[in-house]
C-alpha cells in the first residue's frame, strides 16, 4: 500500500511557476513508475506527466511538453512536477498516482493503483 500526499498548488499569474510535490509513504517506492493527472473545471481527467520506477524515462502530454518537467527523489521518497510558463487553462486539480505493474510510465489513468487527493492550481491574474 503507497499514500500519496500532493502540496504546492496555489495561485499563480499567467507565465508564472509553480512546482508540486507529491510525497510516498509506505514500502519501495521506487517499485512504482509515478504519474501527475490533472482534472480543470467541467472537465475529465487528463494525463500530465509520467516517470519510470527510476527515472530515466518520461513522458508528457502535448499541452505541457516545454514547459513543465517531472522528476523523482527516490530517497526522498517523492515526485515533483516543476511548472513554467504557466497558462490559464493549466488551471486545475493535480493529482500524482503510482503504478506498480508497469515498469516504464503510462498515460492511461486506469493504470495506476493508487492517488493522492490532489492540489489545487490557479493560474489567473
Known amino acids: 500500500q503507497v499514500q500519496l500526499v500532493e502540496s504546492g498548488g496555489g495561485l499563480v499569474q499567467p507565465g508564472g511557476s509553480l512546482r508540486l510535490s507529491c510525497a510516498a509513504s509506505g514500502r519501495s517506492f521506487s517499485s512504482y513508475a509515478m504519474g501527475w493527472f490533472r482534472q480543470g473545471p467541467g472537465k475529465e481527467r487528463e494525463f500530465v506527466s509520467a516517470?519510470?520506477?527510476?527515472?530515466?524515462?518520461?513522458l508528457y502530454s502535448d499541452s505541457v511538453k516545454g514547459r513543465f518537467t517531472i522528476s523523482r527523489d527516490n530517497t526522498r521518497n517523492t515526485v515533483y512536477l516543476q511548472m513554467n510558463t504557466l497558462k490559464p487553462e493549466d488551471t486545475a486539480v493535480y493529482y500524482c498516482?503510482?503504478?506498480?505493474?508497469?515498469?516504464?510510465?503510462?498515460?492511461?489513468?486506469?493504470?495506476?493503483?493508487?492517488w493522492g487527493q490532489g492540489t489545487q492550481v490557479t493560474v489567473s491574474s
Open positions: 498516482a503510482a503504478d506498480g505493474t508497469f515498469t516504464t510510465p503510462r498515460r492511461e489513468s486506469g493504470e495506476y493503483d493508487y
Open positions: 516517470i519510470s520506477r527510476i527515472g530515466r524515462t518520461t
